[in-house]
């Protein structure tokens, strides 16, 4: 794959599951925060809140947003989201 600075392969995808519960969509991807700890990775973990569009257009629902890194290398590892509506 072409990047801006060089080259880069991606090699596989880990686990991503998107499901409905009740009122609101789960989308997880890569390892979660206890997988990760399971392999005894020392990971950064980043949380943010917010609404799925702006908070003046009608039907504005509530999102979390999770993304677990690698500490040493900064990789993205993993990652969650929660809301209310298009997770995907």
């Known amino acids: 794959?072409?990047?801006?600075?060089?080259?880069?392969?991606?090699p596989m995808a880990?686990?991503?599951v998107v499901s409905?519960?009740?009122d609101f969509e789960v989308d997880?991807?890569?390892l979660m925060e206890t997988q990760a700890k399971r392999f005894r990775l020392d990971v950064i973990v980043g949380k943010v809140r917010g609404l799925t569009r702006a908070s003046y257009y009608p039907d504005?629902?509530?999102?979390?947003?999770?993304v677990?890194?690698?500490?040493e290398s900064k990789r993205i590892i993993g990652g969650q989201i929660v809301?209310?509506?298009k997770v995907t």
Do not use: D, H, N
Request: glycine share 10%.
């Open 14 to 16: 880990l686990s991503s």
């Open 28 to 30: 997880t991807t890569g």
């Open 83 to 85: 809301a209310g509506e």
């Open 20 to 22: 409905q519960i009740f």
């Open 68 to 71: 677990i890194l690698e500490r």
């Open 60 to 66: 504005a629902k509530p999102i979390t947003v999770k």
């Open 1 to 10: 794959m072409r990047v801006a600075v060089g080259y880069s392969t991606y």
